[in-house]
């Protein structure tokens, strides 16, 4: 198997998945509860989020989900539903999400680009969002291309917005590995026709990816010696 390039998932991929966003989820459903503790449980099932441990449940529809869903399911919950307004404020607050990456990758991409892979992330979050966390961690340059659920091709498990990532970089949809948390992750890179790369730093166990998957690693720190670089 020859690759030529990487497609990275960001959430649960990039950034370990729970100590990113478990704090960044709380918040949020503290913000709209609005002090109403009855609202506060609706929002937290809706979203699937433990409020008892503070952490989301395998099942969450954000794990994989775009923030426009994420963003209709709470909306659901209040007493004067405005999806666009729940859509902006849960976008510019991911944008200043705390960021745990999952390896120190500054490091780790120059070493990838180094060996010649063509780099770029696809995320179901938005453009905006993701831009904000690469740009944060120091990492945004090191990508060739940065697509958002917003972006203008979709959103995984479709895998138009994978085509689009291998038509921008000239390569091959077989030549490039899909890397991700999720099944949405994987499901799209089969779609595409890539090889897939399932990963353990979101909330998605070996049992739930490997059906999915060419390989399941712990993280993305053991794909270069996956490749043999």
């Known amino acids: 198997m020859q690759i030529e390039a990487l497609l990275f998932d960001k959430d649960g991929t990039l950034f370990d998945f729970g100590k990113t966003w478990n704090v960044w989820c ?25 409020l008892a441990t503070q952490t989301f449940l395998p099942s969450s529809l954000a794990i994989a989900g775009t923030n426009r869903e994420v963003a209709e399911v709470i909306a659901a919950q209040l007493p004067n539903p405005d999806v666009d307004a729940v859509d902006s404020y849960i976008a510019h607050a991911a ?49 060739d291309l940065v697509l958002g659920s917003d972006s203008g091709h979709g959103a995984k498990p479709d895998p138009d917005p994978l085509l689009a990532f291998a038509r921008h970089v000239g390569i091959a949809p077989e030549r490039v590995a899909m890397v991700g948390d999720s099944t949405h992750d994987l499901i799209a890179g089969r779609a595409a026709g890539m090889p897939t790369v399932g990963v353990l730093t979101g909330m998605a166990g070996p049992e739930t990816l490997a059906p999915y998957a060419t390989v399941v690693l712990e993280n993305i720190g053991e794909i270069p010696a996956w490749l043999g670089l």
């Open 95 to 143: 944008a200043r999400a705390p960021l745990a990456e999952a390896v120190e990758l500054a490091p780790y991409l120059t070493k990838l680009r180094d060996h010649g892979l063509k780099l770029g992330v696809m995320t179901n979050d938005t453009e905006m969002g993701a831009r904000a966390h690469l740009t944060h961690t120091g990492v945004y340059d090191l990508f």
């Open 26 to 50: 709380a918040g949020v459903i503290r913000h709209f509860a609005d002090g109403d503790a009855d609202r506060g449980q609706a929002i937290a099932k809706a979203i699937g989020f433990d």
